[in-house]
């Protein structure tokens, strides 16, 4: 009997060493579960340091860059200009497309048809679509400085070609043909093709365009020099061919005595040559500023004086370039630039294509 007293607390003794073993493993593990959390740490300590890499590496780029605007982060270079109905806004999109491309860039083209609002509604989709840069002919010298602001302000630079805006500071580069030199070049080679002496009327551009004011103020500059000359009507056509056929053609009835017409660019040129054509009057001796290939066949025929080259191509592809270089940290050294225009007559004329002129 006592040998299974002894037995039974032998038992018992070994059944609570075996649970105080458990128990002590219990133990054991619990720490190895609050050390997992502990592993953790550092990895959540070296997140902001990673993030904090990307500022350290942009500083060296602020400090070479100056004030110059960083873009808005897409690869996206807008081109905006009136109506491509005109051949020589179509140039412009055409050629910031084969040279944006070339560069690198994709390239989207929209046209305001001179309307500011338009504009301005395609300056806010090139901010939302964080547009690297802008290329704009623009809706007005006055209008169209809400919209570079927008863009500005968004650390999107503008570069406007063909036409500025009246203040300095918003677009990096103003890239723009010498309109007064241009239009007094070829104001000189028509007074000499009406003899020094006659009527004429005036068709101007867009009355809201910096353009038409310089144009036709250097007309008058070469013109008015002659006592013999007598302006007799002056109207705008508003750049457009169809306009100016009109207006020409309602010229030409109230005043039959006129032999001349001065037009603020070759298409409302284009326009009053076919009016004169149709009315039978096939003496007018009629101008145009821009350079297009529609006029350079009409001063082949006979049917105009000349035309100012503004060399369109070159200036939109020299926009296209600056946006280029001024996105990798080179600014260009002056906002305002003045491109050289090239007076286009019978003498020269086969020297002139697509905007063109080749030595």
């Not at 190895?32 to 350290?56: K, W, Y």
């Not at 055409?94 to 609002?117: N, P, Q, W």
């Not at 600014?331 to 905007?355: G, M, R, Y």
């Amino acid at each position: 009997m006592k040998r299974k007293v002894l037995a039974m607390l032998l038992s018992a003794a070994m059944v609570a060493a075996t649970l105080a073993g458990c128990g002590a493993a219990d133990e054991t593990a619990a720490p190895a579960e609050t050390e997992a959390p502990a592993e953790e740490t550092p990895a959540e300590e070296e997140a902001p340091a990673e993030e904090a890499a990307p500022a350290e590496e942009e500083t060296p780029a602020a400090e070479t860059s100056g004030e110059l605007l960083p873009g808005g982060g897409s690869n996206i270079i807008y081109c905006i200009t009136p109506s491509t109905s005109n051949v020589y806004f179509k140039t412009v999109q055409d050629i910031a497309t084969a040279k944006g491309t070339e560069l690198g860039y994709e390239v989207k083209c929209f046209s305001h048809d001179d309307d500011a609002a338009t504009q301005l509604e395609m300056f806010e989709a090139a901010v939302a679509d964080g547009a690297a840069a802008i290329i704009c002919d623009n809706a007005g010298a006055d209008a169209s400085i809400e919209a570079i602001q927008k863009a500005y302000d968004a650390g999107i630079p503008t570069f406007l070609v063909d036409r500025e805006i009246n203040q300095s500071g918003l677009a990096v580069a103003q890239l723009v043909a010498d309109n007064a030199q241009g239009a007094a070049a070829i104001a000189e080679a028509w007074v000499e093709a009406m003899g020094y002496e006659g009527k004429y009327a005036e068709l101007l551009g867009l009355e809201s365009d910096t353009n038409c004011q310089v144009r036709s103020e250097n007309f008058h500059s070469v013109i008015d020099e002659y006592p013999d000359m007598e302006m007799v009507a002056q109207q705008s056509a508003n750049w457009d061919q169809t306009q100016g056929y009109e207006k020409a053609e309602a010229i030409l009835q109230s005043n039959p005595e006129i032999t001349g017409i001065i037009c603020g660019n070759d298409t409302m040129a284009c326009g009053a040559v076919q009016a004169c054509i149709d009315a039978g009057r096939d003496d007018i001796k009629i101008i145009g500023v821009d350079g297009s290939d529609d006029a350079a066949n009409y001063i082949k025929s006979g049917n105009m004086v000349g035309t100012a080259l503004q060399q369109i191509a070159l200036i939109t592809e020299m926009a296209v370039e600056q946006a280029d270089a001024y996105l990798k940290g080179t600014a260009p050294a002056e906002e305002k630039q003045l491109i050289p225009c090239v007076a286009i007559t019978a003498d020269n004329v086969d020297k002139l294509s697509a905007f063109v002129y080749t030595e």
